[in-house]
């Protein structure tokens, strides 16, 4: 069982769970919640570049995949970083 304390920014139909993770030095992604809907969708798009702008900045993003399933919304701009724990970590990579 993993405990954890984590911030989240909501918006109607999507909510994202994130804390700062000092051994990653980094910001580690903990959960993300998107309804199947194009509204959702839209307002997730408004979570993540509030999280990127006014909390991230210049800081890495990382995250873990459930029961290693990479099939969801950052397969495409994920790279392998390490593991911890027998977790494999990933770092989001962004385009400038």
């Not at 809907?37 to 307002?43: D, G, I, S």
Request: aromatic share 16%.
């Amino acid at each position: 069982m993993i405990v954890k304390h984590c911030k989240i920014i909501q918006e109607k139909g999507c909510a994202l769970f994130y804390s700062y993770n000092r051994e990653l030095k980094g910001y580690e992604i903990s959960g993300l919640i998107i309804a199947p809907t194009r509204k959702a969708k839209l307002a997730f798009k408004k979570v993540w570049q509030y999280f990127i702008s006014d909390i991230v900045q210049e800081d890495d993003i990382y995250c873990s995949f459930f029961n290693k399933s990479k099939n969801w919304i950052f397969t495409k701009c994920v790279e392998y970083y390490t593991t911890i724990n027998n977790t494999d970590i990933y770092k989001i990579t962004r385009k400038e």
